[in-house]
C-alpha cells in the first residue's frame, strides 16, 4: 500500500546480492497472507498473487481451486452448543468474515487470469455461496468480484453464464434469505446484458426484472440497478416513456420510502441511458419542479428531492444546467417544516455539490453568495446550508471557492437570527469536516471557536496552532479556516500579532502555491501592518513570514515597490526598520541577482549628499539586516558600504546616526575576520574626525571589534573610584597584539587614549569604557605606546581643529599627571618654541596644552619654568588672533590657580600700562585679551581692574568689554560703574558722547540677573531725576537701550520700567520726552499678552504718579509724551487687551484707564487710535457686565467725544444705539452717563429726528426710572441738537411735555421742565407762546399741587434754558405774576420750585441789566420773604441757596444787587446765621459770603452796614469771621446743592 515500502521492496527484490528467485512455494504463503486479519495486508497479498500469477498463469487451477476451497471451509460458521432444553451451553465460535473477505479480494485480483470452466465455477461460488454469506461486507466483495468477471469475460462468456442466472432466479423459491441474493444475481444478470446486442429479445425481460428490483429496500442495490440501467436503456427506447411515467409515479406518490429512493435511482440510470436531452423532452423536469413546489404533499417535495439528488450523481458536470434552475428551490427546502424533505435537502445539495466542475461552481457560487444579502433569515439559512455543502466539491473546485466562501460564512455568523448564525458555524464544521491534514484536523474545534468568537478565542487558537508540529501538507479546507482566524489577528494586539506572523512562516513551506495564492491578498495587509508594529518581535516574524512566501510562491506583485517606498517613509523610523527587515528577507527568496540590482540602487542613492533624512536611514538599515540574512552572500559588499556608514554616522539626524552604528555593529559582529583590515582603518581616522557624533560611534565600533577579538562582551561594568582601573587580563593582551601586531595596537591604543580627553563627554566615556576593559595595566600600556602617543598629540596641537588641538592638550595634562618630571623637561621647550609659529593654530594649541600642563603640575614645577612662562604667556594674550588669545585667558585662569595674586600683578599690572600706550588694533586685541581673562577669572579680576578703569577720563570701552564677560561678578559694581559712564559722557562734546555712548548702552544690556538690573534701574532712576538735562538724557538713552536690547524677561522690572519712563514724559526737554516714549513702547510691546493684562492696575499707577497734584487738578492739562505721534499707541493697545481678555476687575482698570489717557492726550494725537479705542469699549457696552464697567465706558466715550467729535462720525449709528441700550439699563448712573454721553453725541449728529422720535417713545414707558431718564436724555439733545428737528416732531414732542406737567411723579415733573426749557430755544414762537398760555400760566389758583410744581419747573426751565426767546414774547408780567403766586404757596416743592424760577428770572433780568415793570424787584421782595419763612426751615435754607446761586451766577456784574436789596436779604440771612438747624446756618452762611463778596474785601460791608438795624448789625460783626473764612473756600463757587436741574446744568 505504502509507496515507500513498495519502492523498499522492489529494490530488495531486484539486489543481485540478494538473489531472490520467484518459485511456486511462494503461492502458498501469499494465499496464506490474504486471510490477514489486517485489510492492508490482504489487499498487498492479493496484488502479489495477482504479479505471481502474471509470471506463472500455468498455476492459475490450483490458485482458484485453493481460493474456493478455502473460502468453502471459513464460510461453515459454527453453531452454539445447546442442552435438551435449548439453552446455549457453549456460545458459538466467532464468524472470522475478515479472512473469507480477503481471499474475496485475491478472488478479485486472479479475475483477469481465468478462462470459461474456470469463470463457471467462480460464477457458481459467487451464486450460490457468496451473495448469501452471512458477513455484508463479503457479499457486497463477491457481487463486485462478479461484476468484474462479467466485465472483463462477459461478451465471450454470456452464454455460459446467462443460464446460471436464469436458472437461479427460475428455481429458487421466493423468500426473505434469497431475496437479497435474487437482486443481486438481477444486478449480474444486467451487468451481463450489457453485453447483448440491443436487439437481442432477453434484454427486455432483464430490465423489468431491474424495475421490479428498484422497490428493494437496499440503497447498495438500488444504486447497482441504477448503474445497470443506462447501458440496457437504448435497447428499450421504444418502452422508456412508459417507464418514466411509471417511476415518476413510484418516485412522487408511493407511501414507501424505500420505493421512491429506488425510483430515483431508476429514473436517473433511465435519463443518464437516453441522454441530457430526455429532462426536457419527456417533461421530466417540469415535473419535479411542480413537485418540488407542492406545499401540500411532502412526498412530492422529498421525491423530487431525491431525483436530484441522483440525477447529480448519475450525470455529473452534464447536469449543471439545470443547478441553476434547482438552486432557489433547494434554498427553500433547507427552512422546509418537515423533517424528511430538510432531510432529502441536505443530501441532494451535497451531492450536487460534489459534482459541480469549475465551472458549475462559478455558476452557482453568485448566486448563493447574493442570497446572503437578503432579508429572508430562511433564504439566507439555506444559502449558508448550501455553501457548507461546497466542503463536498472535488479538491480542484474547494481551493478556488473556499476562499469566497469562508469570508461570507463568517460575516453571516454575526447575523441577527440565531438559525442563520447556528446555520454558518454548521456550514464551517461542514468544511473542518473534509480537512484532510490530520494535525489540523486534530483542532478544527480550535479554529471554528476563534471564527465564531474571535474575542474570546482568537489567543487560545493561536496558541494551539504555534504548538502543532506539522508535517503534513495544508490542505484548501485547511487554509480556509487558518487564514480568517490570522487575518483578524493581524488587527489585534501586539502579541496576537506576533503569534499571526509565526503561524504564516509555519504553514507557508507545507502549502501548495495554487492553495494559497487566493489568500494573499488578505495575508500581504496583515503582514505590511505586522512589518510597520513598533515591536521588534512582530516586525522579525512578520518578516520571515514575507521571505518564506516569496521562496514559496515566487515574487510578489508590487510587494517590493511597497517595501521601497515604506524604506523611505516620513512616518516613523519604525516602519523604515520593518520595511528593511523585510526587504532582507524577501531578498534571501528572490536570490543573489535582486541583491546585486538592488545594492547598485542603494549605494547610488547614499552617494547623494542632498538625500534626505529619512531615506538615508531607510537605505542605512539595509546594512542591519542583510548581514543577518544573507550572510556570506552579503561579504562582498562590505568594503563599498563602509564609507555610507560612517557618513551616516556625523549626520544631523539623531535616528540616521543611530541607524549607523547599528549597521556598523553588525558588520563587526558577522563579519569580525574581514572587518579587520576593511574597518580598523577607518575607525582610527574616525577617532580624530572633526565630528564629534563620528568620533563618538567610531570609539564604540572600535572597541565592539577588540572586543570580538578577545572575545568578550564589554557590557559589564567598568565603573570604579580610580579612572587607572583596568579590567583587561594579560592574556587578551597577547590576543591584541596577535591579531592586530604591535605596531598597529600602539595606533589603536594611542589613539583611544586621547579619545579618553576628547571634548565631547559621551566620546570620553565611551572610550574610558573600553581602555578599562581592553588595557591590563595603564602606566605600563602608557610606557609601551608613549612614543607614538607624544606625536600624535603634538601633531594634533598643530591641528587647524580646535578640537583636536583641546584633546591634545587635555592629553598632554593626563600625561603630565601621571608621568610628571618625566615628560615635562621633554615637551616645554617645544611648547615654548611653538609659541613663535607662524600658524596661529598652533600657538593656540601651544596655549591649550600650557593651560593643561599648569593644571597638572605644582607650584614649585611652574617656578621653574616661569622665567619662560610668564613673557610667553603676556605674549600669547596680546596675539593677532583671537583665538589665541582665549585660549591664552585660559592659561592665565591656570597660572593664577597656582601663583595665585602673583599671576595678577605678574600679568595683568604690564597690560594695563600698555593700554595707556596702545592704539587702534593693539588697543584692541588688548581689550579683548582683559575681555577673555575676565571671562576666565572675572571675580578676581573685576575688583583689581574696575578702580583703574573709572578713573578720569573713563575708558567706557573697556568697562563694555570687561561688563560683558563679567557675569555675576559685575553685582557688586554696577552702581559705580553706570555713574561714572554717565558722567563720563556728561564730559564730553555732544558728538564724541553719541560714539562712546553705544559702549555704555552695551555696559547695560550685559547685566543679565535679576539682582543686577534691580541695582541698574535703582542707580538710573537716581539719575533720571537730575537737574543736569544731559545726565537726564543719557539716562534716558541707556534706559530705551535696555528696553529694546536685554534678552531677560522684561516683565520682572516693567513696572520700575514703566514708574522712571513715563515720569519722564513731562520733561522739559522734548529729546528725552521722545527717547522715553519710544523705550517705552518698546518695554510695553515686549510684553506677552497675559502680562499685559495683568499689570493694567500697575501701568494706571504709573500714569497717574507721572502727573503731578497741580495737573491733576487742571482739566485742560496733556501729558507731552502722550501728545507725540502715535503717543499712546502701546497704552492703548495694553489697555484694549485687558478690555478684551482681562476679568471684570481688570477691564475697569483698563477702560477707566484709557479714560485717563484721553484727558492726558490731545486731540491731534488721540485721532489715530480712535478706532482702537472705541471698538472695544462698544464691544463691552453690548455684552452683560457689572453696571461700574458699563459706567466706565460711557464715561470714556463723553470723554474722547469731547476730545475728537467729527473723528468719531464711522462709529455714529454704533454709537447711538449703545448710548440708547444704555438708557434703559437698571443701574441709575449707567443711565446717566448714557443721557451724558448721547447729549454729547447728538452735537455732530446732522440725522437727529430717528433720535428724537426714539427717545419721545422712550418718554411713555411705564418704567418710573426709565421715563425719567428718557426725559432727561431728550432735555440734554434737544439742548444741543434740537435746532435740526422738524417742527412736527417738536409739536408732538410738546403735546406729551404737556401731559407730563401733571405727572403724579416729582422726578418726571422736574425732567419735564427741563425739557420745556430746552424745547422752548427752537419750538415755533406762536406754537411756543400758545404751549405757555395754555399749560403754564393759565389755569388761576385753583390747581393741584402736583400741577403746580410742573408749571414751576416749567417757568424755572423756561428761563434757565430759554430766557431770551421768554422775554421776546412780552409775557414776561404775566409769568412773574404766576411765580409770585407759587411762592405763596404752603407746599414745599411748589415753593421751592418757584423759588427757584424765580431765580432764573432775576439772574437773568441781572444779567440785561433792566426791570421792566419792577418785576425783578417784585420777585426780591417775594425771595427775601422766603429767606424768612416763619414755618418751614426747608423754605428758607432753599431760599438761601437762591441767594447763594444768583450771587456767584452773575460774575460780571459787579455788584449783583443793588446795596439797599442787598440789606433786604442780609436781616434774614444774618438771623438763620443763629439758628439751631444745620441745613439753614450752612446755607445762610454761604449766602451772606457771596452776597458780600468777601473774597473781594469788606468794601460791600462798609457799604450796607448802615442800612442794618443794631441787632443785625451785631450779628454781622460776629459771623464775619466765619464769613471770611467760608468765602476763601473755593468750594464756595463751584456747588449748588439745590439746583433742581443739577444734573441738567451747564456741563450738559
Known amino acids: 500500500i505504502s509507496p515507500k515500502v513498495k519502492e523498499a521492496a522492489s529494490l530488495l527484490w531486484e539486489d543481485p546480492v540478494c538473489n531472490f528467485k520467484l518459485f511456486f512455494g511462494i503461492c502458498d504463503g501469499l494465499i496464506e497472507l490474504t486471510m490477514n486479519p489486517h485489510h492492508h495486508i490482504q489487499v498487498a497479498a492479493s496484488k502479489s498473487l495477482k504479479e505471481f500469477l502474471t509470471s506463472m498463469d500455468q498455476h492459475i487451477d490450483f490458485v482458484l481451486l485453493k481460493l474456493i476451497q478455502l473460502y468453502t471451509s471459513k464460510s461453515e460458521v459454527p453453531q452454539p452448543v445447546r442442552d435438551e432444553m435449548g439453552r446455549i451451553i457453549i456460545e458459538a465460535a466467532r464468524d472470522n468474515w475478515e479472512e473469507r473477505l480477503g481471499l474475496t479480494c485475491a478472488m478479485m485480483e486472479i479475475v483477469p487470469y481465468l478462462v470459461n470452466e474456470q469463470i463457471l465455477t467462480l460464477i457458481n461460488l459467487i451464486v450460490n455461496t457468496g451473495l448469501s454469506d452471512n458477513a455484508l461486507e463479503v457479499k457486497v466483495k463477491m457481487r463486485e468480484v462478479g461484476e468484474y468477471v462479467i466485465d472483463v469475460h462477459g461478451e465471450l462468456v454470456i452464454d455460459i453464464l446467462l443460464p446460471v442466472f436464469e436458472n437461479y432466479l427460475d428455481t429458487t423459491p421466493d423468500s426473505r434469505a434469497t431475496d437479497g441474493v435474487k437482486q443481486n444475481v438481477v444486478i449480474l444478470m444486467a451487468s451481463l446484458a450489457r453485453h447483448l446486442s440491443k436487439d437481442d429479445p432477453k434484454v427486455k425481460p432483464i430490465v423489468c426484472k431491474l424495475m421490479e428490483s428498484l422497490s428493494t429496500p437496499s440503497e447498495q442495490v438500488q444504486i447497482a440497478v441504477g448503474k445497470c440501467l443506462a447501458p440496457l436503456v437504448p435497447a428499450i427506447k421504444d418502452i422508456s416513456q412508459q417507464l418514466i411515467e411509471r417511476i415518476l409515479y413510484q418516485l412522487l406518490e408511493s407511501e414507501a420510502y424505500g420505493e421512491r429512493r429506488g425510483a430515483s435511482y431508476g429514473l436517473a440510470g433511465i435519463v443518464k441511458g437516453l441522454g441530457l436531452l430526455s429532462l426536457k423532452q419527456m417533461k421530466i423536469m417540469p415535473v419535479l419542479i411542480e413537485a418540488i413546489q407542492n406545499k401540500k404533499e411532502f412526498r412530492h417535495r422529498e421525491g423530487a428531492l431525491m431525483a436530484f439528488e441522483q440525477l ?21 427546502c433547507f427552512g422546509d417544516g418537515n423533517p424528511y424533505v430538510r432531510q432529502a435537502t441536505d443530501k441532494a445539495s451535497r451531492t450536487i455539490m460534489e459534482k459541480l466542475s469549475g465551472h458549475g461552481v462559478k455558476l452557482v457560487l453568485p448566486s448563493l453568495l447574493k442570497a446572503l444579502a437578503g432579508d429572508s433569515w430562511r433564504t439566507k439559512c439555506g444559502s449558508v446550508e448550501l455553501l457548507g455543502k461546497m466542503a463536498f466539491c472535488n479538491p480542484k473546485q474547494l481551493s478556488s471557492c473556499l476562499p469566497n466562501i469562508v469570508p461570507k460564512l463568517i460575516e453571516v455568523m454575526a447575523d441577527s437570527h440565531n438559525k442563520v448564525q447556528r446555520a454558518s458555524q454548521e456550514a464551517l464544521k461542514q468544511i473542518g469536516s473534509v480537512i484532510k491534514n490530520p494535525e489540523i484536523q486534530a483542532i478544527v474545534q480550535f479554529l471554528l471557536d476563534a471564527l465564531s468568537e474571535p474575542s474570546k478565542y482568537t489567543s487560545k487558537c493561536l496558541s494551539t496552532l504555534l504548538k502543532t508540529s506539522f508535517v503534513h501538507r495544508i490542505d484548501a479546507p485547511s487554509l480556509a479556516l487558518i487564514i480568517p482566524v490570522l487575518t483578524r489577528s493581524f488587527d489585534q494586539r501586539t502579541d496576537t500579532k506576533k503569534s499571526a506572523a509565526q503561524i504564516v512562516g509555519n504553514i507557508l513551506e507545507l502549502t501548495d502555491e495554487k492553495d494559497l495564492k487566493p489568500y494573499l491578498d488578505s495575508i500581504i495587509p496583515g503582514l505590511k501592518g505586522a512589518l510597520l ?11 520571515k513570514a514575507l521571505g518564506c512566501l516569496v521562496r514559496g510562491i515566487g515574487e510578489i506583485p508590487n510587494l517590493m515597490d511597497w517595501l521601497l517606498n515604506t524604506l523611505v517613509s516620513e512616518q516613523s523610523s519604525v516602519d523604515r526598520s520593518g520595511a528593511a527587515q523585510g526587504i532582507s528577507e524577501v531578498m534571501v527568496g528572490l536570490g543573489p541577482e535582486k541583491l546585486e540590482s538592488t545594492m547598485g540602487s542603494v549605494l547610488e542613492m547614499l552617494d547623494n549628499d542632498d538625500l534626505p533624512p529619512n531615506q538615508r ?39 540616521v546616526r543611530d541607524t549607523s552604528y547599528k549597521a556598523g555593529q553588525k558588520i563587526v559582529q558577522i563579519y569580525a575576520d574581514c572587518a579587520i583590515n576593511l574597518f580598523l582603518p577607518r575607525l582610527e581616522n574616525g577617532l580624530f574626525n572633526d565630528n564629534h557624533r563620528i568620533r563618538l560611534a567610531s570609539c564604540c565600533l572600535l572597541g565592539d571589534l577588540l572586543y570580538k577579538i578577545m572575545g568578550v562582551s564589554g557590557k559589564q561594568s567598568t565603573v570604579s573610584a580610580d579612572e587607572d582601573d583596568n579590567f583587561g587580563t594579560d592574556e587578551t593582551k597577547k590576543i591584541i597584539i596577535e591579531v592586530l601586531g604591535k605596531e598597529r595596537r600602539n595606533r589603536v591604543f594611542s589613539g583611544l587614549y586621547m579619545a579618553r580627553s576628547d571634548v565631547a563627554l559621551q566620546v570620553r566615556q565611551a572610550a574610558l569604557h573600553i581602555w578599562k576593559i581592553v588595557v591590563s595595566n595603564t602606566p605600563k600600556t602608557l610606557k609601551e605606546i608613549l612614543p607614538v602617543l607624544i606625536e600624535m598629540i603634538l601633531s594634533c596641537l598643530a591641528s587647524e581643529v580646535y578640537d583636536k588641538r583641546s ?7 593626563d600625561l603630565v599627571k601621571k608621568l610628571g618630571d618625566r615628560i615635562l623637561p621633554e615637551v616645554i621647550p617645544i611648547l615654548e618654541k611653538s609659541l613663535s609659529a607662524e600658524d596661529f593654530t598652533q600657538r593656540q594649541g601651544v596655549c591649550l596644552g600650557l593651560s593643561e600642563i599648569l593644571s597638572a ?33 585660559s592659561t592665565f585662569a591656570a597660572l593664577h590657580n597656582v601663583l595665585g595674586s602673583r599671576a595678577l600683578d605678574e600679568i595683568l599690572s604690564p597690560l594695563l600700562k600698555m593700554m595707556e600706550t596702545l592704539e587702534g588694533e593693539e588697543a584692541d586685541n588688548l581689550i579683548d585679551a582683559l575681555k577673555e581673562i575676565m571671562t576666565a577669572k572675572s571675580r578676581v579680576v573685576l575688583p583689581y581692574m574696575v578702580p583703574k578703569l573709572v ?29 561714572s559712564v554717565v558722567q563720563g559722557l556728561c564730559d564730553l562734546e555732544d558728538k564724541e558722547a553719541m560714539i562712546e555712548l553705544e559702549h555704555g548702552k552695551a555696559i547695560v544690556t550685559s547685566i543679565r540677573d535679576e539682582n543686577g538690573h534691580s541695582k541698574m534701574l535703582d542707580t538710573l532712576e537716581s539719575l533720571a531725576t537730575s537737574e543736569d538735562p544731559k545726565t537726564r538724557r543719557y539716562c534716558a538713552y541707556l534706559l530705551a537701550s535696555f528696553c529694546s536690547n536685554t534678552t531677560v524677561n522684561i516683565e520682572e522690572f516693567i513696572k520700575d520700567l514703566w514708574k522712571i519712563l513715563l515720569g519722564r514724559f513731562s520733561d522739559e526737554d522734548p529729546e528725552i520726552v521722545k527717547v522715553c516714549w519710544e523705550a517705552f513702547n518698546t518695554a510695553t510691546k515686549r510684553l506677552l499678552p497675559g502680562d499685559q493684562v495683568r499689570l493694567v492696575p500697575d501701568l494706571r499707577t504709573a500714569v497717574s504718579m507721572s502727573v503731578d497734584m497741580k495737573n491733576k487738578r487742571d482739566a485742560s492739562y496733556t501729558l507731552p509724551g502722550f501728545c507725540l505721534p502715535k503717543g499712546i499707541h502701546a497704552i492703548v493697545a495694553l489697555y484694549r487687551e485687558g478690555i478684551l481678555n482681562g476679568t471684570p476687575e481688570l477691564k475697569e482698570h483698563s477702560i477707566l484707564g484709557i479714560k485717563e489717557a484721553i484727558q492726558l492726550t490731545n486731540t491731534v494725537a488721540l485721532k489715530p487710535s480712535v478706532v482702537q479705542i472705541t471698538g472695544p469699549l462698544i464691544r463691552v457696552l453690548g455684552e452683560r457686565y457689572v453696571p461700574n464697567i458699563k459706567a466706565a465706558c460711557l464715561d470714556a466715550l463723553s470723554l474722547l467725544i469731547d476730545k475728537v467729535k467729527i473723528a468719531l462720525k464711522p462709529f455714529l449709528s454704533q454709537l447711538q444705539t449703545t448710548f440708547m441700550k444704555s438708557l434703559h439699563d437698571t443701574n441709575r448712573d449707567v443711565r446717566n452717563k448714557g443721557v451724558n454721553a448721547l447729549t454729547k453725541l447728538v452735537t455732530f449728529h446732522n440725522k437727529v429726528d430717528n433720535l428724537f422720535t426714539d427717545l419721545h417713545s422712550g418718554t411713555k414707558n411705564t418704567d418710573l426710572s426709565i421715563r425719567e431718564t428718557m426725559l432727561s436724555a431728550l432735555h440734554g439733545t434737544m439742548l444741543h441738537g434740537g435746532s435740526n428737528m422738524s417742527q412736527s416732531l417738536a409739536h408732538s414732542i410738546s403735546t406729551t411735555l404737556a401731559t407730563n406737567i401733571g405727572a403724579p411723579e416729582d422726578a418726571i415733573r422736574i425732567a419735564n421742565g427741563a425739557c420745556i426749557g430746552s424745547l422752548a430755544s427752537f419750538f415755533g414762537e406762536e406754537e411756543l407762546l400758545k404751549f405757555i398760555n395754555d399749560n403754564i400760566i393759565s389755569g388761576g389758583g385753583n390747581a393741584d399741587a402736583q400741577i403746580k410744581h410742573g408749571r414751576a419747573m416749567a417757568l424755572a426751565g423756561l428761563f434757565k434754558y430759554s430766557p431770551d426767546r421768554i422775554c421776546k414774547l412780552e409775557i414776561l408780567r404775566s409769568i412773574v405774576m404766576s411765580i409770585a403766586k407759587l411762592l405763596d404757596s404752603d407746599k414745599v416743592p411748589v415753593c421751592n420750585s418757584a423759588c427757584y424760577a424765580a431765580s432764573h428770572v432775576i439772574i437773568h433780568l441781572l444779567k440785561r441789566g433792566d426791570d421792566p415793570d419792577d418785576c425783578m424787584q417784585h420777585l426780591l421782595t417775594c425771595l427775601v420773604q422766603n429767606c424768612s419763612h416763619g414755618t418751614s426751615n426747608d423754605i428758607r435754607s432753599f431760599a438761601n441757596n437762591m441767594v447763594h446761586m444768583i450771587s456767584i451766577s452773575t460774575p460780571g456784574v459787579d455788584p449783583p444787587l443793588s446795596d439797599q436789596n442787598i440789606s433786604k436779604f442780609l436781616v434774614p440771612l444774618l438771623d438763620s446765621t443763629t439758628r439751631k438747624i444745620p441745613l439753614v446756618r450752612s446755607s445762610s452762611e454761604s449766602a451772606i459770603a457771596t452776597l458780600l463778596q468777601l473774597n473781594h474785601g469788606d468794601e460791600i460791608v462798609e457799604r450796607v452796614k448802615g442800612l442794618l438795624d443794631n441787632k443785625s448789625l ?14 476763601n473756600d473755593y468750594r464756595t463757587y463751584s456747588s449748588h446743592e439745590d439746583d433742581l436741574f443739577g444734573k441738567f446744568s451747564s456741563k450738559n
Open 312 to 332: 447529480s450523481a448519475m450525470m455529473g458536470p452534464l447536469f449543471e444546467p439545470y443547478v441553476i434552475n434547482v438552486l432557489p428551490h433547494l434554498l427553500n
Open 533 to 543: 508594529d513598533p515591536v521588534p518581535d512582530v516586525r522579525l516574524y512578520s518578516a
Open 617 to 655: 536611514d531607510g537605505y542605512l538599515m539595509l546594512f542591519i539586516y542583510f548581514p543577518i540574512s544573507m550572510k556570506e552572500d552579503f561579504a562582498d559588499y562590505i568594503d563599498e558600504i563602509l564609507d555610507p556608514i560612517l557618513s551616516g554616522l556625523a549626520s544631523e539626524s539623531e535616528f
Open 807 to 813: 584633546v591634545a592638550s587635555r592629553t598632554l595634562g
Open 857 to 889: 603640575t605644582s607650584k614649585d614645577q611652574v617656578d621653574v619654568y616661569s622665567a619662560s612662562l610668564l613673557p610667553a604667556i603676556r605674549k600669547a594674550l596680546v596675539d593677532t588672533h583671537a583665538e589665541v588669545r582665549s585660549s591664552a585667558a
Open 951 to 979: 578713573q578720569k577720563p573713563v575708558n567706557i570701552a573697556a568697562l563694555a568689554s570687561l561688563s560683558s564677560v563679567a557675569n555675576d561678578a559685575l553685582h557688586d559694581h554696577i552702581d559705580l560703574i553706570i555713574r
Open 1514 to 1527: 451785631d450779628t454781622l460783626y460776629r459771623f464775619l469771621p466765619t464769613a471770611r473764612r467760608v468765602a
